[in-house]
């Protein structure tokens, strides 16, 4: 059973920065882990991800401001954010994508004031 626990949301005002963690337990080979965020009434997009082999993407909107990293002898995947705006106000959920399973966090809130 895989279970990932997030932290690290609140409220920040703009321009403030945020990082966001993510700890994976149980056995899993991980193909990528990543981040994606849903505001109310949109769809839940992909903000940052990073494969096994080092590979990142980032969505366009966060190019340069929010940056992924893991560390493998923890098992846990981060998502720095830096120079927040309020459009980056949404629920931010952790992804892990394994051999077998594709996994959830259960969402951590992140709102941006102006």
């Known amino acids: 059973q895989v279970q990932l626990a997030e932290s690290g949301g609140g409220l920040v005002q703009a321009g403030g920065s945020l990082r966001l963690s993510c700890a994976a337990s149980?056995?899993?080979?991980?193909?990528?882990m990543g981040w994606y965020r849903q505001a109310p009434g949109k769809q839940r997009d992909l903000v940052a991800a990073?494969?096994?082999?080092?590979?990142?993407n980032y969505a366009d909107s966060v190019k340069g401001r929010f940056t992924i990293s893991t560390d493998n002898a923890k098992n846990t995947v981060y998502l720095q954010m830096n120079s927040l705006k309020p459009e980056d106000t949404a629920v931010y959920y952790c992804?892990?994508?394994?051999?077998?399973?594709?996994?959830w966090g259960q969402g951590t809130q992140v709102t941006v004031s102006s």
């Open positions: 992804n892990v994508v394994g051999i077998i399973g594709n996994y």
């Open positions: 149980g056995s899993i080979f991980k193909l990528r």
């Open positions: 990073i494969t096994s082999g080092g590979n990142i």
